[in-house]
């Protein structure tokens, strides 16, 4: 199986900054790679696609990139309602699993 | 508006089995594949269970391989995990999801419409 490991595990930032979390592959998943975005008691929201893809209706602030092994989703500004638990996970092969997920909070 | 409806969660001790249902509405059930990801409580997203839109590929996590079954009923546009032998580890929300896109593999596109979770707890 890939494993998918995120950093940092957690975050704490203020309503403006920028914001970057990075996705390791344990091998080369081309980019074959999503992001999603957890608010607490809600199911899982799905930002970008395909590395860099941004899903429709997802404000344009994210954005995402990389490729092969190493990804990065960034937040140019981040937002009150961007505080929330980000995960990234690759689609290339079965299982298509998850990072640990990386916890943004308010500082 | 595409909406996905799970039900069929609930207290089950260990050893025992739960159905979990996951009803569509406003696609085509069949043109879909459809996935189940798992999340204990306080812990994070674990992919589960995936089958193809034709339904005759379907591909499971380790961790329920052999336990679980994927299947679903195009009549009546459900989605179906069958979970026998059930573990305490097996204690999570329950969510199923579709792929924002027909074929097969469904993985470039990620899952974009999410149902809102069914409760599994497995205790004595």
């Known amino acids: 199986d890939i494993q998918m490991t995120q950093s940092p595990s957690s975050l704490s930032a203020s309503v403006g900054d920028r914001v970057t979390i990075t996705c390791r592959a344990s091998q080369s998943i081309t980019t074959y790679l999503n992001w999603y975005q957890q608010k607490p008691g809600k199911a899982p929201k799905l930002l970008i696609y395909a590395a860099s893809s941004l899903q429709s209706g997802v404000p344009s602030g994210f954005s995402g990139s990389g490729s092969g092994t190493d990804f990065t989703l960034t937040i140019s500004s981040l937002q009150p309602e961007d505080f929330a638990t980000y995960y990234c996970?690759?689609?290339?092969?079965?299982?298509?699993?998850f990072g640990q997920g990386t916890k943004v909070e308010i500082k | 508006e595409v909406q996905l409806l799970e039900s069929g969660g609930g207290l089950v001790q260990p050893g025992g089995s739960l159905r979990l249902s996951c009803a569509a509405s406003?696609?085509?059930?069949?043109?879909?594949?459809l996935t189940w990801v798992r999340q204990a409580p306080g812990k994070g997203l674990e992919w589960v269970s995936v089958l193809s839109d034709s339904g005759a590929t379907a591909y499971y996590a380790d961790s329920v391989n052999g336990r679980f079954s994927i299947s679903r009923d195009t009549s009546k546009n459900t989605l179906y995990l069958q979970m026998n032998s059930l573990r305490a580890e097996d204690t999570a929300v329950y969510y199923c999801?579709?792929?924002?896109?027909?074929?097969?593999?469904?993985?470039?596109?990620?899952?974009?419409?999410w149902g809102q979770g069914t409760t599994v707890t497995v205790s004595s």
């Open positions: 996970q690759q689609s290339y092969s079965m299982p298509y699993t």
């Open positions: 406003g696609i085509t059930f069949a043109n879909y594949a």
């Open positions: 999801a579709k792929s924002p896109r027909g074929g097969w593999p469904p993985g470039l596109y990620g899952m974009d419409v």
